[in-house]
């Protein structure tokens, strides 16, 4: 397929179906993939979208189970998101990237560095961990999700803001969190179950070390879901990583977006060639 610029979201075709896919920026530029967190959808980097679209040619895609993207049953593991990725690239024709991932995506970036690291020239793992949360905690939020359907997603947005956002930027910024919380009541049921076992099922901490790509560890000073410390410990195996730290709760990209996108562009630009 030819690439051209698709600033609006549209349905790219693969071999693992149809993905909502968003492309900002000059195809003779070299390629950013950015992947979403749990219950968030392609537009949480619109600002970020907007920033690298200058040095880079941005994909912005929706994780399986979200946003018009494929809602296959469940439930999904990390090589079902892995694999997601690498079909979106080969779609697009397009044999090395960068690739920037938030919580979910981060360890989607995780898998990726471990099993297909010659497709990426760098890898940004944010606010991410190499086993998220405890697999019982994400089984029993995706059977409540299967149980209760459209209602549950609408009482997991009620609750995220404390787990995405500082209380300081809840106060400051309540049109950001709405906007977020939008997104996760829009998402399909069986694709966020789908998701919550996904993470219930991965542990990369045993693999992670034979990473061997240029990886960065962002971390949100005051993230609760996944902590400095959990970004030290990755940073600890992966041979050469880089560990950056941002005044932010869980959604950093967009509570600390400059800091965030300094931290990013400062590791791009040391890993990727010819930036
Ligand atoms: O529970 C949440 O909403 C936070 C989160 C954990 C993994 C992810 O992608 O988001």
């Given at each position: ?7 609006s ?9 149809q993905f ?36 880079y ?13 494929p ?6 593991n990390?090589?079902d998101?892995?694999?997601d ?5 080969d ?8 690739f920037c ?5 981060g ?8 099993h297909?690291?010659?497709r ?6 944010c ?7 405890i697999?019982?905690g994400?089984s029993?939020?995706?059977a409540?999700?299967r149980a ?13 803001p ?6 300081e ?6 049109e950001v969190?709405?906007l ?5 009541g ?8 789908a ?5 219930a ?7 992670i ?6 990886t960065l ?11 400095v410390?959990?970004a030290?410990?990755?940073?600890a ?5 880089k ?6 709760s ?5 509570e600390?977006?400059?800091?965030f996108?300094?931290a990013?562009?400062t590791?791009l630009?040391?890993s990727?060639?010819?930036i």
């Amino acid at each position: 397929m030819t690439i051209e610029q698709h600033a609006s979201p549209f349905f790219l075709p693969t071999v693992r179906g149809q993905f909502r896919v968003a492309i900002n920026g000059d195809a003779s530029l070299p390629t950013l993939i950015l992947s979403n967190s749990l219950g968030t959808t392609l537009e949480m980097w619109e600002a970020q979208a907007a920033t690298f679209a200058e040095n880079y040619r941005v994909v912005r895609y929706n994780t399986r189970g979200h946003g018009g993207s494929p809602v296959t049953p469940g439930p999904y593991n990390v090589d079902d998101l892995g694999a997601d990725v690498l079909a979106i690239l080969d779609a697009l024709d397009i044999e090395k990237a960068s690739f920037c991932g938030i919580s979910m995506g981060g360890h989607t970036g995780l898998w990726l560095g471990v099993h297909a690291g010659h497709r990426f020239d760098a890898i940004a793992v944010c606010n991410s961990a190499a086993k998220i949360g405890i697999a019982q905690g994400w089984s029993e939020r995706a059977a409540t999700v299967r149980a209760n359907g459209a209602g549950a997603m609408q009482t997991l947005a009620d609750s995220a803001p404390g787990r995405w956002f500082t209380e300081e930027f809840i106060r400051s910024h309540p049109e950001v969190v709405r906007l977020a919380q939008g997104w996760l009541g829009g998402i399909a049921p069986e694709g966020y179950a789908a998701c919550c076992e996904a993470l219930a099922l991965s542990d990369l901490r045993g693999s992670i070390g034979r990473i061997a790509t240029p990886t960065l560890l962002l971390a949100g000073a005051s993230d609760p879901v996944t902590t400095v410390a959990d970004a030290e410990a990755m940073c600890a195996v992966i041979s050469g990583s880089k560990l950056a730290v941002v005044p932010a709760s869980h959604l950093s990209n967009l509570e600390a977006p400059q800091a965030f996108e300094h931290a990013l562009a400062t590791f791009l630009a040391e890993s990727v060639p010819s930036i």
